[in-house]
C-alpha cells in the first residue's frame, strides 16, 4: 500500500468512528493523526492534551501552537504521576505506569465529551523499538491507534506531515522529562524541575539535540555529535558550570560519547524512531539552520572560519558528510547566499561603567573577545554613570558594569562570553547598517 492509500485508510478508519479523542502531545505522531481525524470528522475530533509535571512549559506551548495550526478542538487536563508511588520507583515499567495514568485521563476526558473512542500516535515502527513498556498501556486501554492500524511507518509519518504542511514535521520526538532520570533513582519534582530548566538554558544557547541527564544531583550534559565541538568550548564548559549548579546540580559534566537514547532507562534502549513519547530522533536535524546560527557564512566557498576555526571546519564537514551534500551549498541551502564583499553589520553594545572600575574593564575586554570568537564587530559605547547626571548613578550604581545590546540589558556585574557570542552570532553580518 502506497503512502496516498494509507492515509485514505486512516482517514476512513477514523470518519467510522462517531468521534475520536486524539492523545496529543504536538509532536508529529499525534498531530498528523489529529490533522486526519480534523478531515475525517471536523468537530467530533478532539485533541487533548495531559499537563503534568514531567511534561516541559514548553512543549505544552508547542501542542497549543500546533492545535491551533491544524485548526482542532484542543482540550488539555491535569493528572500527576507523582500521585503513584510505582512511578516514583522509577522501576523498568516506570513509562507503563505513566502511560497508564495519562490514558486514563484521556478516557476521563472523553467521557465527559459523549466520545468513546481515545487514539493516539503509535505508528509501524514503534512495536520494534525495543523494550517499550508504554505500549502494553495502549493495548490493555484498548486505545486505538490508526497509524498502526494501517502500518504507517515514522518515515511515512514524517513525509504525511511535510504534505499536510505541518510545521512539526522535522521536530524530533521528545520523551518526557522523568526520562532524563536514570533507572532506580527516585523521580521527584525537583529533580524534575531543574533538569526542565537546564534544558532551557541549553536550547537558548542554540543547542538543537541534546539531554541533560540527573544522576542525583550529578548533571551529564549529552549532545549531538554535530554540536560537541561547541559543547568542548571552553567558554560553554564554563558557564554550564555556573547555571546548572545554580539550578542545584552539585556537579556538571559532558558525556564524550554524545547523545545517545535511552542511556539512562531501559525503556529507551535501541529507539531510533518512536512517537512521541519515545526518544528516538533523526542523527540529523537541519544542520543549515545550526551552522547559521552559529555565525558560518554561507556562500558557494563554504562558510567561512571563526577565529579557531577548527570546530567551525569540522561542523561544516559534519553536516556535509551526513547528508549527502556538495560543498557547494547552492540550491540545498534554503536562505540566499550571502555577499561576503559587503559591509559587515557592527552591533552597538552600550557599557555602563565607573572610573577605576576593574570589573568594568573585565567586562570590556570580554565583549571585545566575544566578538572576534564570532566574527562579529560591535561597537562599543561606555557611560560613566557617575558623570551622566544622579538618575543614572541612582538607578546603576550597585549594578556595574551592566551591559546592553541594542538598548536591552542583558548583563550586570560581569560578562558571560559564551551567552554573548551566541547572541552576536544571531546577527546577519552580511548586511551593512
Same mark, same amino acid.
Given at each position: 500500500?502506497?503512502?496516498?492509500?494509507?492515509?485514505?485508510?486512516?482517514?476512513?478508519?477514523?470518519?467510522?468512528?462517531?468521534?475520536?479523542?486524539?492523545?496529543?502531545?504536538?509532536?508529529v505522531d499525534s498531530s498528523v493523526v489529529a490533522a486526519i481525524a480534523n478531515e475525517a470528522l471536523g468537530d467530533d475530533a478532539v485533541a487533548c492534551t495531559a499537563r503534568s509535571?514531567?511534561?516541559?512549559?514548553?512543549?505544552?506551548?508547542?501542542?497549543?501552537?500546533?492545535?491551533?495550526?491544524?485548526?482542532?478542538?484542543?482540550?488539555?487536563?491535569?493528572?500527576?504521576?507523582?500521585?503513584?508511588?510505582?512511578?516514583?520507583?522509577?522501576?523498568g515499567d516506570r513509562c507503563y505506569h505513566c502511560r497508564t495514568m495519562r490514558l486514563g485521563r484521556m478516557y476521563e476526558a472523553a467521557k465527559q465529551l459523549g466520545i468513546d473512542?481515545?487514539?493516539?500516535?503509535?505508528?509501524?515502527?514503534?512495536?520494534?523499538?525495543?523494550?517499550?513498556?508504554?505500549?502494553?498501556?495502549?493495548?490493555?486501554?484498548?486505545?486505538?491507534?490508526?497509524?498502526?492500524?494501517?502500518?504507517?511507518?515514522?518515515?511515512?509519518?514524517?513525509?504525511?506531515?511535510?504534505?499536510?504542511?505541518?510545521?512539526?514535521?522535522?521536530?524530533?520526538?521528545?520523551?518526557?522529562?522523568?526520562?532524563?532520570?536514570?533507572?532506580?533513582?527516585?523521580?521527584?519534582?525537583?529533580?524534575?524541575?531543574?533538569?526542565?530548566?537546564?534544558?532551557?538554558?541549553?536550547?537558548?544557547? @542554540?543547542?538543537?539535540?541534546?539531554?541533560?541527564?540527573?544522576?542525583?544531583?550529578?548533571?551529564?550534559?549529552?549532545? @549531538?555529535?554535530?554540536?560537541?565541538?561547541?559543547?568542548?568550548?571552553?567558554?560553554?564548559?564554563?558557564?554550564?558550570?555556573?547555571?546548572?549548579?545554580?539550578?542545584?546540580?552539585?556537579?556538571?559534566?559532558l558525556d564524550l560519547a554524545g547523545y545517545e537514547t535511552g542511556s539512562v532507562s531501559p525503556e529507551e534502549t535501541g529507539s531510533t524512531g518512536g512517537s512521541d513519547d519515545g526518544?528516538?530522533?533523526?542523527?540529523?536535524?537541519?544542520?543549515?539552520?545550526?551552522?547559521?546560527?552559529?555565525?558560518?557564512?554561507?556562500?558557494?566557498?563554504?562558510?567561512?572560519?571563526?577565529?579557531?576555526?577548527?570546530?567551525?571546519?569540522?561542523?561544516?564537514?559534519?553536516?556535509?558528510?551526513?547528508?549527502?551534500?556538495?560543498?557547494?551549498?547552492?540550491?540545498?541551502?534554503?536562505?540566499?547566499?550571502?555577499?561576503?564583499?559587503?559591509?559587515?553589520?557592527?552591533?552597538?553594545?552600550?557599557?555602563?561603567?565607573?572610573?577605576?572600575?576593574?570589573?568594568?574593564?573585565?567586562?570590556?575586554?570580554?565583549?571585545?573577545?566575544?566578538?572576534?570568537?564570532?566574527?562579529?564587530?560591535?561597537?562599543?559605547?561606555?557611560?560613566?554613570?557617575?558623570?551622566?547626571?544622579?538618575?543614572?548613578?541612582?538607578?546603576?550604581?550597585?549594578?556595574?558594569?551592566?551591559?546592553?545590546?541594542?538598548?536591552?540589558?542583558?548583563?550586570?556585574?560581569?560578562?558571560?562570553?559564551?551567552?554573548?557570542?551566541?547572541?552576536?552570532?544571531?546577527?546577519?553580518?552580511?548586511?551593512?547598517?
Open positions: 500500500m502506497n503512502a496516498e492509500a494509507k492515509i485514505a485508510a486512516t482517514r476512513s478508519d477514523l470518519a467510522a468512528r462517531d468521534g475520536v479523542v486524539i492523545a496529543f502531545s504536538g509532536g509535571e514531567t511534561l516541559p512549559a514548553a512543549e505544552l506551548d508547542d501542542a497549543r501552537r500546533v492545535a491551533d495550526e491544524i485548526g482542532i478542538r484542543h482540550e488539555i487536563v491535569t493528572f500527576s504521576e507523582l500521585d503513584d508511588p510505582d512511578f516514583i520507583a522509577n522501576d473512542t481515545v487514539c493516539d500516535g503509535t505508528n509501524a515502527s514503534d512495536p520494534g523499538e525495543g523494550h517499550r513498556p508504554g505500549l502494553r498501556a495502549v493495548e490493555e486501554l484498548e486505545v486505538f491507534s490508526p497509524l498502526l492500524a494501517n502500518d504507517v511507518d515514522k518515515a511515512e509519518v514524517r513525509a504525511i506531515a511535510d504534505q499536510y504542511g505541518l510545521s512539526v514535521a522535522d521536530k524530533p520526538s521528545m520523551a518526557c522529562l522523568s526520562s532524563r532520570i536514570p533507572t532506580g533513582i527516585e523521580v521527584t519534582e525537583e529533580r524534575l524541575t531543574r533538569v526542565e530548566k537546564a534544558e532551557q538554558l541549553l536550547r537558548s544557547w @542554540g543547542f538543537d539535540q541534546f539531554r541533560v541527564r540527573d544522576h542525583e544531583g550529578l548533571a551529564r550534559i549529552e549532545v @549531538g555529535a554535530g554540536e560537541l565541538a561547541a559543547a568542548l568550548d571552553p567558554d560553554f564548559a564554563a558557564a554550564a558550570r555556573e547555571h546548572l549548579t545554580d539550578l542545584g546540580f552539585d556537579h556538571v559534566t526518544e528516538g530522533v533523526d542523527l540529523v536535524q537541519e544542520y543549515p539552520q545550526w551552522l547559521r546560527g552559529r555565525g558560518f557564512i554561507h556562500s558557494p566557498r563554504g562558510p567561512s572560519q571563526r577565529s579557531g576555526g577548527g570546530p567551525s571546519r569540522w561542523a561544516y564537514q559534519y553536516f556535509l558528510d551526513s547528508t549527502g551534500l556538495s560543498p557547494d551549498m547552492g540550491a540545498s541551502d534554503p536562505e540566499p547566499e550571502s555577499d561576503s564583499d559587503s559591509d559587515p553589520v557592527s552591533v552597538p553594545v552600550t557599557v555602563y561603567t565607573r572610573e577605576d572600575c576593574r570589573l568594568c574593564d573585565a567586562a570590556i575586554r570580554d565583549i571585545g573577545h566575544a566578538s572576534a570568537d564570532a566574527d562579529v564587530p560591535v561597537t562599543i559605547t561606555e557611560v560613566d554613570i557617575d558623570q551622566d547626571g544622579e538618575d543614572l548613578a541612582d538607578e546603576y550604581g550597585s549594578r556595574v558594569p551592566c551591559v546592553f545590546l541594542e538598548e536591552e540589558l542583558i548583563y550586570e556585574h560581569r560578562v558571560d562570553t559564551y551567552d554573548l557570542r551566541r547572541r552576536l552570532n544571531g546577527f546577519n553580518k552580511h548586511e551593512s547598517v
